[in-house]
């Protein structure tokens, strides 16, 4: 055998190289299989070994654990996966910012965007070498990993890859905000501001091209690869707890599974953002992780104004949102003020980090369609009743889960499939059809067996209106008890109505190619919506607007929607707030909302049975009316686990009044304390509620003094919260019913079982609620008047300026005559 056929072995540094011949390869192999050791560091076992040691191996790392920055970027992991700490890696950030430096140091291996200078003559836009192209993936996966890795601001250096937008996921529609070539170079300068010099010439083009593709600068490079979620708080490497609060709720909030465009930062309604771009979003994350409690961090807008020097008693965060002055406050001037970054729409608790999903409205909406059935109806029993409705997105997705519960048969209409499909998959809608014939045969059988009901309709909500008037005009047979609308007519222009004459795709196009032609054809559309509803409301139909700003934008689209010799914020139909829901403000019903921050659904179960608890033992001894209230709530309470409320975060919402409110926080807080629960609790309120929203429309549209437009209340509860404990506050422009329309407020206080948060909870929902009723005690509420005047009752500090009601008009008719 010459030296070509042996086999041979020869060893090159640390390898042994070995070359077999052919005949060794087809020899049975003598080798014994070694089993598999579960603590052998060389076997890729994911990131985790099943002894619970870090797997430094593991290709998710991308090699950070080698190289001359190995040993930092070891013990930055290491200091936060074994930390023992309250708030989980918060003795972590100077091993992290060690392992950042290190990296600048190498900037061969490590590469720095200033170093990097394209050939002569070659366009700075080429691609990165290999070597940016490995250490950007590096960065990528070490963000998977943890919260850890996206709490260090801006990663700069290098770039993130620019993957674009994701096709998995829904997306905004293109915005018009009629830019001028001057404007445009604006919103590109105050984009790169985030950004250093060096990077301008990359980033520049990717955002004039956002601009021009999509209307706005979402800054899509920066969206991080981390899954976006409330994880629970003790993962938020941060100093204080109240800081790893607000960054759970933010991750709530951008949730795929909560958020409606997640990489937009849209929560909710079609344009309620979270953030203007994730530039924001990260520097925001990096202020709270190095936030002490003695400072608060500021935001305009979306923008991080900074951290600035507070007290521990002072609120770790201030929102503002869209705060511009009233004559500019239009729908046209918000278009360009958003384009140019500047200003933004937050919604309510899309902008306030407090939105718990679809949970808060269905609980809600059922309370509206109970009381509803009540005053309409005379009964409380809606078997075989029928409501007919539109809108199955972030909020409008509630109705059909909540028609169910309270009995009734619920027929939604829906022109997107996305969000029928998501309604149907979560169990929300029973059945989805788009035959409006179906939906004919459906009522009719759910009708006469009187079962309960949640039909998806995929076609637009005129049609539907039309067909059932037909069908009444045909046979005489009323096939719709009560009638409303969720559609996102604060935004009825830009993806928030779809007109019947388009179909969705159409409409789409329509919308951002020809403007003017598009806002035509909506209101052509809202007209004939109309039509048909007054039609059907005189054959006995009773139709209420949801506070979507159905009516108003009815009545501007020249819909016979007046009512003759109503008020300023008075139409044909009430508001359900004027009819159903206000009657439920003047008492201090709101809806009360907590978040489990350990992630556990059984702190879920025992604060939902602590809840129940204390409503149970307040109902003992009130009226028949605040009794009623209760019981609504209680039986709410109680069934929320088997109906399957949660979306994202264990969070849980009831309406309760002050006394209801504060008893449940503080045995909240006190079992926290005592362990039974097992991680500190957010406890917060949706803006629509007793004292949060100045809504003339909506929240306010039963105050009947002329004071329906002023905003003192909201502004003033925003204010008065932020000084008696609240962690952080909001004060928003818009929401609801749209810019310009509304001012509204909220907060989140986090409870951690201290007496502090104890203390904290009774002084400022003690205010929270309390500020609302006084004022509309104050407009001539009789429900308001009694509430307040037993509060003072019951709280001898509580001092409140009590109306004198005129008890003759004669007085005024003999005054003016005069």
Request: proline share 5%; hydrophobic share 35%; net charge negative.
């Amino acid at each position: 055998m010459n030296q070509r056929e042996m086999s041979s072995v020869r060893e090159e540094g640390k390898d042994r190289i070995i070359f077999v011949t052919k005949e060794d390869h087809e020899a049975p192999s003598s080798a014994e299989l070694v089993e598999e050791d579960p603590n052998d560091p060389y076997e890729e076992r994911g990131l985790i070994l099943p002894s619970g040691e870090i797997n430094w191996n593991c290709p998710c790392l991308g090699g950070m654990a080698s190289g001359p920055c190995g040993t930092e970027f070891k013990e930055a992991f290491s200091c936060f996966h074994y930390s023992k700490e309250e708030v989980k890696g918060s003795e972590c950030l100077e091993q992290f910012r060690a392992m950042q430096e290190c990296m600048q140091r190498y900037p061969e291996l490590y590469p720095q965007e200033d170093d990097e200078k394209p050939p002569q003559g070659q366009s700075s836009e080429t691609d990165q070498t290999s070597q940016d192209s490995e250490s950007a993936e590096m960065s990528v996966r070490a963000e998977q990993g943890s919260c850890a890795g996206m709490l260090g601001g801006l990663p700069l250096d290098p770039l993130p890859p620019n993957r674009g937008r994701d096709p998995s996921v829904p997306h905004a529609p293109t915005r018009t905000p009629d830019l001028t070539s001057e404007e445009e170079r604006l919103a590109l300068r105050n984009a790169l501001r985030y950004f250093p010099p060096s990077h301008h010439a990359t980033l520049a083009p990717e955002f004039a091209q956002e601009l021009r593709q999509h209307g706005h600068i979402y800054m899509y490079r920066f969206c991080p690869t981390l899954r976006m979620r409330a994880y629970p708080i003790d993962q938020y490497p941060c100093r204080t707890r109240q800081a790893a609060s607000i960054m759970l709720m933010i991750m709530n909030n951008l949730d795929p599974a909560v958020a409606q465009f997640p990489q937009e930062l849209v929560t909710y309604g079609g344009n309620g953002q979270v953030f203007s771009n994730w530039a924001q979003f990260r520097l925001v994350m990096h202020y709270l992780s190095e936030m002490t409690e003695e400072q608060t961090l500021v935001m305009y807008s979306g923008h991080p104004m900074g951290l600035f020097p507070s007290l521990p008693s002072s609120p770790r965060a201030i929102i503002t949102n869209g705060m511009v002055i009233p004559n500019y406050s239009s729908r046209d001037q918000y278009e360009k003020m958003f384009a140019l970054g500047v200003s933004m729409y937050g919604q309510m608790t899309a902008g306030s980090y407090c939105y718990i999903g679809p949970q808060g409205i269905v609980h809600g909406t059922m309370l509206t369609v109970l009381n509803a059935g009540r005053r309409y109806l005379g009964s409380s029993d809606l078997r075989g009743r029928v409501l007919v409705t539109s809108g199955l997105g972030g909020m409008s997705g509630a109705q059909a889960k909540a028609a169910v519960i309270a009995g009734c048969i619920g027929v939604i209409a829906e022109v997107d499939e996305a969000p029928l499909r998501k309604r149907h998959e979560q169990g929300w809608l029973m059945e989805v059809t788009s035959s409006i014939e179906h939906c004919i045969k459906c009522i009719r059988e759910a009708k006469r067996s009187k079962s309960p009901l949640s039909l998806g309709y995929h076609g637009n909500v005129v049609d539907l209106w039309e067909r059932l008037l037909l069908e009444f005009e045909r046979t005489g047979e009323l096939l719709v008890d009560l009638g409303s609308d969720q559609t996102s007519l604060h935004n009825p222009f830009n993806g928030g109505y779809y007109p019947v004459q388009l179909s969705f795709r159409q409409a789409n196009q329509l919308m951002s190619t020809d403007p003017n032609r598009f806002r035509t054809l909506v209101q052509e559309s809202l007209r004939r919506q109309v039509k048909a509803i007054n039609k059907l409301s005189e054959a006995g139909m009773f139709f209420w607007d949801y506070g979507n700003a159905f009516l108003l934008e009815a009545q501007r689209a020249g819909a016979e929607v007046e009512k003759v010799g109503g008020g300023a914020t008075e139409f044909r139909y009430p508001s359900y707030v004027q009819h159903i829901m206000g009657d439920i403000f003047s008492l201090g019903f709101g809806p009360f909302r907590w978040v489990c921050t350990s992630g556990n659904p059984q702190d879920l179960t025992v604060t939902d049975d602590i809840a129940a608890s204390v409503l149970e033992e307040i109902c003992a001894d009130v009226s028949d009316l605040i009794r009623q209230q209760y019981n609504d709530n209680i039986r709410w309470i109680k069934e929320a686990g088997k109906h399957k409320m949660v979306v994202g975060s264990q969070a849980r919402i009831l309406y309760s009044d002050q006394k209801g409110r504060i008893s449940i926080a503080l045995a909240i807080n006190q079992a926290i304390a005592d362990g039974r629960v097992s991680a500190p609790v957010v406890i917060s309120r949706d803006h629509h509620d007793v004292s949060g929203t100045d809504s003339p429309f909506r929240e306010t549209s039963n105050v009947y003094d002329g004071s329906a437009f002023c905003a003192d209340m909201a502004v003033q509860n925003f204010v008065g919260d932020a000084f008696r404990g609240a962690t952080w506050v909001s004060l928003h422009n818009g929401g609801g019913v749209g810019w310009g329309e509304v001012i509204n407020g909220g907060f989140g206080l986090l409870l951690d079982g201290s007496d502090e948060a104890a203390k904290r909870a009774s002084t400022m929902l003690n205010w929270d609620v309390s500020n609302g009723v006084a004022r509309r005690c104050w407009s001539g509420n009789s429900n308001a008047y009694e509430t307040i005047q037993r509060t003072m009752e019951e709280n001898r500090q509580l001092r409140v300026t009590m109306p004198f009601p005129v008890q003759d008009e004669r007085v005024l008719d003999r005054a003016l005559q005069g």
